[in-house]
């Protein structure tokens, strides 16, 4: 009898563990993306904040919104990874900007 190859059970059953596997995972992964979302915004604001100084550090002055940094090549854009809008405050530091009601 030749040797050298997989059974069809073989094959079903390392099939069937992977499948068990991805039904465990997948549901992990995505109940966890709204807490990923918001650490990418947290970093995002992070950097811009960076961003100010050092734009601060090169002109003597802060940046009068966060549209001058971009025209700058300081940030290659202006918003979170998930889409929230980003402002510079009046402290100078960046903060989310307020969501706009839709009334």
Do not use: H, W
Request: hydrophobic residues 40%; charged residues 20%.
């Amino acid at each position: 009898m030749n040797e050298k190859g997989f059974t069809l059970i073989e094959m079903m059953i390392v099939l069937l563990i992977i499948s068990v596997l991805l039904i465990i995972t997948i549901p992990n992964i995505t109940k966890n993306q709204t807490t990923v979302r918001s650490k990418g915004c947290q970093a995002f604001l992070k950097m811009v904040d960076a961003q100010i100084q050092s734009y601060e550090l090169d002109n003597n002055a802060p940046p009068s919104d966060i549209d001058v940094l971009v025209t700058e090549k300081y940030l290659k854009q202006k918003s979170c990874p998930d889409g929230t809008a980003v402002i510079i405050g009046a402290n100078g530091e960046a903060t989310e900007a307020p969501a706009e009601d839709e009334s």
